[in-house]
């Protein structure tokens, strides 16, 4: 326990202090700012959204929610993606188990480090976005809503986790930190960008809409506006095609927390709305109500982070290391 918190401080320091951090940290609080003073000035003519409606990005531009999808993973990955193979590469490594520190002790610390660095970063950026909008609303969040803010916030913790894990795993499973960085940037692309070009081409595909729009003008049929039974086949095959487009996209842990990160807010989650106008309205959900939703959603991250987490430490503590390397 002595070892694990003495590499975690060391790591933690280290974190805290590094331009990588530092430059991550400095963006997302930059976007959400800006994000919190685009949502206060929505809400003022749109009061009856709810103060939570600052993090979801309900009927306005880019959101909390968003940021993290898209720069969560580099975040977590960045601070994982180097911890072992960097510190095995210098040498450095073999001179830290030379000391009276256990190897379990070494990947511990170093996963919690970062964990709390993450947390952090979180925590800080939630509570600026608050202080921003309270004063430019004239009203806060409500009982139930500082509680969904609080599970807001531990969601984004343990995703952000999952990243961090999966960035040791690469680290563990790699010797060089190039290699490393191009198998993080290509999960980042792939879990950001691919699989949701993918989940739109396919269901495409599977469920083709090929028939021309018309309308009957007495005895004739020109093309035109649907009549009443192409509408309700067309919204048929829609719904077909998004139910087929959002089963491929829960592969990827992005919109597994854009879906719960969306239904703890009390809303639905966007995907639900892929290719909806988005003047389209939300159904609200109460914070019992988005919990039970969004469980698989949680679970499911939860998982990847255990295993991703056990398999690094399994490996590391049966990991070869030499001086130098």
């Not at 450095?92 to 379990?104: A, G, K």
């Not at 609303?137 to 986790?161: C, K, Q, V």
Request: aromatic residues 10%; glycine residues 8%.
């Amino acid at each position: 326990m002595a070892g694990s918190l003495t590499v975690f401080r060391k790591e933690l320091a280290d974190h805290l202090g590094s331009k990588r951090y530092l430059i991550l940290f400095t963006i997302i609080i930059l976007l959400s700012s800006l994000s919190a003073y685009q949502g206060s000035q929505y809400l003022k003519n749109n009061p009856n959204l709810g103060f939570l409606a600052i993090f979801s990005g309900q009927m306005f531009g880019f959101s909390f929610i968003q940021l993290m999808v898209f720069f969560g993973p580099i975040i977590g990955l960045s601070l994982g993606f180097d911890a072992i193979n960097k510190e095995r590469t210098s040498g450095s490594l073999s001179t830290l188990l030379s000391q009276p520190i256990f190897r379990d002790s070494v990947i511990n610390g170093k996963f919690l480090a970062g964990a709390a660095a993450l947390s952090i970063m979180t925590v800080s950026t939630i509570g600026i976005m608050i202080g921003m909008a309270i004063p430019l609303l004239g009203f806060g969040p409500t009982l139930d809503g500082i509680l969904n803010i609080i599970s807001l916030t531990l969601l984004t913790i343990m995703y952000l986790a999952f990243w961090l894990s999966l960035g040791l795993l690469f680290s563990v499973l790699t010797k060089k930190t190039s290699t490393s960085m191009l198998a993080s940037v290509a999960t980042w692309l792939t879990c950001v960008i691919v699989i949701s070009m993918l989940a739109t081409l396919i269901a495409n595909a599977v469920v083709p809409i090929t028939f021309t729009p018309t309308t009957t003008i007495g005895n004739a049929t020109v093309p035109g506006r649907q009549n009443p039974q192409q509408t309700s086949e067309y919204r048929a095959l829609m719904e077909q095609r998004f139910s087929i487009q959002n089963m491929i996209l829960k592969i990827s842990p992005t919109n597994l927390y854009s879906e719960a990160a969306s239904a703890i807010l009390g809303v639905i989650a966007s995907s639900s709305f892929i290719g909806i106008d988005r003047s389209t309205p939300f159904r609200s959900l109460t914070l019992s109500q988005g919990l039970a939703a969004s469980w698989a959603n949680i679970t499911i991250i939860a998982i990847g982070l255990l295993v991703c987490f056990i398999v690094s430490y399994i490996k590391f503590l049966r990991m070869e290391i030499r001086p130098g390397g």
